[in-house]
């Protein structure tokens, strides 16, 4: 099958999405079909095909990750997906990506799929600052629903989302396919135990110190100042465990929230790594005892899985997206405010090693229902049946 994909983002830019698309490009292109990634440049001034990605410049978005905006619809990136020849299209962005490839589906006549990765409403402060921030919202979950409405087929990454489109009236038929994960390349003979013996060195971490880990994009949505709030919580409630944070990723709110360090006099035990390629992110789930994460708003929790497949103990914040994957006390722990973290923490640290390696094995078993083989099966399904429908 010859498929043609459309993202606003895509490695070395890190995020949920992102991964998700590399993952589905990948095994895609593994099981036999031949796969066009239209994704803007970074940095590149000129239309630019390589190993069947085409990347085409836009504008950047400073204040929004450094986001880059391609025009809604240029000529010569039409010409390359006339001689691609698609069977489907598959997008996964509201920019004018989205638009673009929309306007491909209505001109050659083809089937669309739309994966709807992220609860646009979290985001609208980025635009209101706060202004009319509810009407904002009002208009987006609008907007998407009629986005919704105009595909062949429509997927979501997990139930909360699903639920989030039927509080809108939304009846239309719904896939709910999980964003698949290569476990192998979070597998304990991908480690590069030299390397981390000198990171370990270079960060002050001894054999007996405890580390926690917050990985992912550094802005506002995510709730990191709730987790460096928890985490100086914990250091006051434990003063005899010795423990570092190291915080991986980048992003706007990186300057407040070094500052917060600062402020809560525990900036001597956080170590703000900064953004990594997508190689380097196991091994920083390797150096870790435990994974946590206060965000409320992702769709999937793709971290959590890859933290499961890693072998790291999840502390997570309460959030419906995460239910069935993490069940307290056997793949892993919730909690609710600073309190609770730190008596989370603490139990988490005093257990045995079997009892550790017992959580471990049930979430290797939890998490098989996200694997990339199980995600490219779900996918395929429904490629075929949007192609049945155009025929």
Request: a negative charge; charged letters at 25%; one cysteine or more.
């Amino acid at each position: 099958m010859n498929i043609l994909m459309f993202s606003d983002t895509y490695p070395p830019f890190i995020n949920g999405v992102s991964t998700s698309v590399y993952n589905l490009f990948h095994t895609l292109k593994d099981h036999g079909n031949n796969v066009l990634l239209v994704t803007p440049g970074q940095d590149r001034g000129e239309i630019t095909l390589e190993d069947d990605v085409l990347y085409v410049p836009g504008f950047k978005l400073k204040r929004l990750y450094g986001y880059r905006v391609p025009k809604p619809f240029d000529t010569e990136v039409m010409s390359y997906i006339k001689k691609f020849k698609p069977d489907v299209i598959h997008y996964h962005t509201d920019s004018t990506l989205g638009m673009f490839a929309r306007i491909v589906a209505r001109r050659l006549k083809l089937p669309i799929v739309y994966t709807y990765h992220t609860m646009y409403e979290d985001y609208t402060y980025y635009v209101t600052h706060g202004f009319l921030d509810r009407a904002a919202k009002m208009i987006v979950r609008g907007y998407s629903k009629v986005v919704a409405n105009g595909t062949t087929e429509f997927i979501t990454p997990s139930e909360k989302t699903k639920d989030s489109f039927r509080v809108t009236g939304n009846d239309l038929y719904i896939n709910v396919i999980p964003t698949g994960v290569d476990f192998s390349l979070f597998s304990d003979d991908k480690v590069d135990y030299a390397k981390m013996d000198e990171f370990k060195k270079a960060h002050k971490i001894t054999p007996s110190t405890k580390v926690f880990l917050l990985l992912g994009r550094i802005a506002k949505e995510k709730s990191m100042d709730v987790s460096l709030r928890c985490y100086a919580k914990f250091i006051s409630d434990h003063p005899k465990i010795e423990s570092r944070l190291l915080v991986v990723g980048g992003g706007p709110a990186r300057s407040e929230l070094e500052l917060l360090a600062h402020e809560l006099n525990i900036e001597q035990y956080v170590d703000f790594i900064g953004p990594v390629s997508a190689e380097e992110v196991p091994f920083y789930y390797h150096i870790a005892d435990i994974y946590t994460s206060a965000s409320i708003t992702e769709t999937q929790g793709l971290t959590f899985m890859e933290a499961m497949a890693s072998g790291n103990l999840v502390l997570a914040r309460i959030a419906d997206n995460l239910t069935g994957t993490i069940i307290e006390g056997q793949t892993g722990f919730f909690f609710s405010d600073e309190k609770s973290f730190s008596s989370k923490a603490g139990q988490i640290l005093s257990l045995s090693y079997d009892e550790k390696e017992k959580i471990k094995a049930q979430e290797r078993e939890i998490i098989e229902k996200y694997s990339i083989e199980t995600f490219y099966q779900n996918v395929i399904e429904v490629y075929n049946r949007a192609v049945r429908k155009t025929w």
